[in-house]
């Protein structure tokens, strides 16, 4: 009898131990903002991407709220007087997830592939003369002429941030996917339960030695408190809501404009902004028919009504505002009385009288949708009723934000296959300065994707690299954004508040930054 008291005892002991294990386990569960099927951030500018970018990897140089930039892996850098020779040595603590130190050989190959892809990469790279390591924690980046912009590069914060990978990651050519996930930042994937469509998995990376100063924006100390952080996958934006209702979920990472007033009136939620201002925009594919000609793109950038779209995507009138600038409301650039054509309100009769003098036949034009995005899905089938207005025949073909983030990276003539037309959004840290904005480029099929070809868009903004003084840099920063519309790869469709929503009761630490970052949050 006593022995079975004994073993009786020694069962619940067992038990009621590995419960307090389970329950001391924090699990921090996300809506993100869209599935994740891509999970190479160097070779696409998907915010959630990017996101999974900043969770697993790590950068050279953050940038703060302030918009200074700070050391993140780099221990100490210098720069020689001439502005030539840049030497960077990294911080003590490296290592990546399979335990191997991080080196100079991992970083230069991450940083030319991620050179192969960014535009002020590109730029960066052509003016290179050498970039060598001296030793495993040392390396040396020198210059034909001096780079104004070395630091602002490396600690580029959103579209593609220079992460850094292990060496065989790095030596993927640049239009290839990498295959692996091996990173050495805050949080580490979990591909044995990676479910795309339900579950993406990431655990504390136990091994990482945080910055000793306070998280700011990208920089600081990447302090992981919770054990496990589970991104679940729900497209359906009622379904987000009452799973954040109901402590099923702890956070949505993009509050779909639809359930903003219940969850803001809601006493167990908080919204919140973690991140500035952002805006949306219209892209087009300047490659291939139609919109290669440049008149026919134009009267596309013609049509656009930026109160109907904004009104019809983000219901709620605080949530948004028109602004004609490509940059920023409130940023250094922002300027509206400079915008060539555009006038953000539609313009049919000229844009009709532009395709008939650009002999378009009525092709149609390719509109993706990501149907199942909630923050994009309401904007494409009214561009497609504004597109109609000014003359074009409209294809809108339905996708998941996955699909339409792989498609639109093909090349080929929209009926093989290919597109004409998408609109994303961006942040307040993509299209402040004209040299982080990723489709502001004219240099081909080198550029983002669109591919317009325009050199006088290109040498302005190597005018605005040169630039001596800020308000030089203001008036070339001007002449950018009216040259950008005369290229017409893309024009803006407003500006939003990007807001998310977490349980009063369960989170806490949320950091402010211009990007998604998950670092901070602690689970109650």
């Known amino acids: ?239 987000a809501a009452n799973s954040l209702s109901n402590g099923e979920v702890d956070m949505i990472e993009f509050l779909p404009p639809e359930q903003y007033k219940s969850l803001a009136e809601n006493p167990k939620v908080v919204v919140d902004s973690q991140v500035p201002a952002g805006s949306y925009a219209l892209h087009l594919n300047r490659l291939v028919p139609p919109f290669n000609n440049t008149k026919i793109a134009q009267a596309a950038l013609m049509a656009i009504n930026q109160e109907a779209l904004m009104r019809a995507g983000m219901n709620h009138k605080e949530l948004y505002n028109a602004n004609t600038s490509v940059y920023p409301t409130g940023s250094p650039y922002h300027d509206t009385a400079h915008t060539s054509y555009f006038t953000g309100k539609p313009q049919f009769e000229k844009a009709k009288a532009l395709l008939k003098e650009a002999g378009y036949k009525g092709e149609p034009i390719v509109l993706m949708n990501p149907s199942t995005f909630p923050v994009l899905n309401k904007f494409p089938a009214v561009m497609a009723a504004l597109l109609r207005q000014a003359g074009f025949t409209v294809d809108l073909q339905s996708m998941d934000w996955p699909t339409l983030v792989t498609r639109r990276a093909l090349k080929v003539p929209a009926d093989q296959g290919g597109w004409n037309a998408f609109i994303t959004g961006w942040f307040y840290a993509d299209n402040f300065n004209p040299m982080y904005y990723a489709p502001m480029t004219g240099n081909g099929e080198k550029g983002w994707f669109g591919w317009t070809t325009d050199e006088k868009l290109e040498q302005l903004k190597a005018d605005f690299m040169k630039a001596a003084t800020d308000a030089d840099r203001k008036k070339i920063a001007t002449a950018i954004q009216e040259r950008s519309y005369d290229a017409a790869g893309f024009a803006p469709i407003g500006e939003y508040k990007p807001l998310l929503a977490y349980r009063k009761d369960a989170v806490t630490g949320l950091v402010k930054s211009p990007v998604n970052v998950y670092w901070g949050l602690k689970k109650n």
């Open 1 to 239: 009898m006593l022995f079975k008291k004994t073993l009786l005892s020694m069962m619940l002991g067992g038990a009621l131990a590995l419960g307090a294990q389970a329950q001391a386990e924090s699990v921090l569960r996300v809506v993100p903002q869209s599935d994740l099927k891509i999970l190479d951030p160097i070779w696409t500018t998907a915010f959630i991407t990017r996101d999974f970018g900043y969770s697993v990897y790590d950068t050279l140089f953050g940038v703060d709220m302030k918009g200074n930039v700070q050391p993140q892996m780099v221990g100490e850098y210098k720069s020689s007087d001439d502005g030539k020779v840049w030497t960077f040595t990294l911080r003590d603590g490296l290592a990546f997830h399979d335990g191997t130190p991080v080196t100079s050989n991992d970083v230069i190959p991450s940083v030319k592939r991620w050179g192969q892809r960014d535009a002020l990469g590109q730029r960066m790279m052509a003016a290179l003369d050498s970039f060598t390591a001296k030793d495993d924690k040392t390396f040396v980046m020198t210059f034909k002429e001096p780079f104004p912009m070395v630091l602002q590069a490396l600690s580029k914060p959103s579209s593609n941030p220079p992460f850094i990978m292990p060496k065989a990651s790095a030596e993927t050519p640049a239009d290839q996917q990498v295959k692996g996930t091996i990173g050495s930042g805050p949080f580490v994937f979990k591909a044995d339960e990676y479910r795309p469509g339900e579950r993406i998995v990431f655990v504390k990376n136990t091994k990482y030695v945080p910055r000793k100063e306070p998280a700011d924006g990208t920089a600081g100390g990447k302090v992981v408190n919770v054990d496990r952080m589970e991104w679940v996958v729900q497209n359906d934006p009622q379904t």
